[in-house]
């Protein structure tokens, strides 16, 4: 069973952190702002993605991933690409999961999985440490996930390992939902996978598929799908306070 506190990235700290991220990798420019040269803008409107369907997460709401302690004290922060308004699908039984990682501090880095079982309760389905690489990272998992079933992932960046509340715990729940058919299309690019993958809301294999990249055109679409999940979870919190 899970033996630290579970809690999901939310609120003004996870968005900041978020958009901060994405600014890093994929360079992006306001579109205000004419007076930058030309390059991938923020959308005001999806462009790829939109979860279909969505679920409310089950895990508690409550912020996490602020910085103590020192650690991380540079303007990019650590962040996952991943949802936390709503569960994430993947179509894979081991997907492949993306975070960023500033150049700054390296810290001992624990990933791990967890089933969410009706009761409530967490059980350990895989646990790993890996080493810190500033940039993308990518893992994918060596066991198989079961259908129907939601799970967390969580990313622990241990600042001081003798101190374990300094630790910034990152986390978002999936959910591995088979497609019905394979709807990909033969010898598809890599762009066109995402693409075809962000359409029908697999938000975890369209992020993936794209690699640890940096080609102008990967990196293009990559903020574009970030862009698209920033403003379905801005939508999803209109619609919620409505």
């Given at each position: 069973m899970?033996?630290?506190?579970?809690?999901?990235?939310?609120?003004?700290?996870?968005?900041?952190?978020?958009?901060?991220?994405?600014?890093?990798?994929?360079?992006?420019?306001?579109v205000?702002?004419?007076s930058?040269?030309e390059?991938?803008?923020?959308?005001?409107a999806?462009?790829?993605?939109?979860?279909?369907?969505?679920?409310?997460?089950?895990?508690?709401?409550?912020?996490?991933?602020?910085?103590?302690?020192?650690?991380?004290?540079?303007?990019?922060?650590?962040?996952?690409?991943?949802?936390?308004?709503?569960?994430?699908?993947?179509?894979?039984?081991?997907?492949t999961?993306?975070?960023f990682?500033?150049?700054?501090?390296?810290?001992?880095?624990?990933?791990?999985?967890?089933?969410?079982?009706?009761?409530?309760d967490?059980?350990?389905?895989?646990?790993q440490?890996?080493?810190?690489?500033?940039?993308?990272n990518?893992?994918?998992?060596?066991?198989?996930?079961?259908?129907?079933?939601?799970?967390?992932w969580?990313?622990?960046?241990?600042?001081?390992?003798?101190?374990?509340?300094?630790?910034?715990?990152?986390?978002?729940?999936?959910e591995f939902a088979p497609?019905?058919?394979?709807?990909?299309?033969?010898?598809?690019?890599?762009?066109e996978?995402?693409?075809?993958?962000?359409?029908?809301?697999?938000?975890?294999?369209?992020?993936?598929v794209?690699g640890?990249?940096?080609?102008?055109?990967v990196?293009?679409?990559?903020?574009?799908?970030?862009?698209d999940?920033?403003?379905?979870?801005?939508?999803?919190?209109?619609?919620?306070?409505?």
């Amino acid at each position: 069973m899970k033996t630290c506190s579970l809690l999901i990235v939310l609120g003004l700290v996870y968005v900041a952190s978020y958009l901060m991220a994405v600014a890093a990798l994929a360079d992006y420019r306001p579109v205000s702002d004419t007076s930058a040269p030309e390059g991938p803008t923020i959308s005001t409107a999806p462009r790829y993605f939109q979860p279909v369907d969505p679920s409310a997460p089950r895990s508690p709401t409550t912020p996490t991933g602020t910085r103590r302690g020192g650690c991380f004290a540079g303007d990019t922060a650590p962040s996952i690409f991943a949802p936390n308004r709503f569960v994430g699908l993947t179509a894979s039984a081991q997907p492949t999961l993306t975070w960023f990682l500033p150049d700054d501090d390296s810290v001992p880095v624990e990933f791990s999985v967890y089933t969410i079982e009706p009761s409530g309760d967490y059980g350990l389905v895989h646990l790993q440490m890996l080493p810190y690489t500033p940039g993308i990272n990518q893992y994918q998992l060596p066991v198989e996930l079961a259908p129907d079933t939601r799970y967390l992932w969580q990313l622990v960046l241990q600042c001081n390992p003798n101190r374990p509340s300094s630790a910034l715990i990152y986390e978002a729940e999936l959910e591995f939902a088979p497609p019905v058919e394979n709807a990909m299309p033969e010898g598809a690019t890599v762009l066109e996978l995402s693409k075809t993958y962000a359409k029908a809301g697999y938000w975890y294999d369209a992020i993936s598929v794209l690699g640890q990249g940096q080609q102008s055109d990967v990196a293009d679409m990559r903020a574009a799908l970030l862009n698209d999940l920033v403003l379905a979870e801005t939508a999803l919190d209109s619609s919620n306070s409505q």
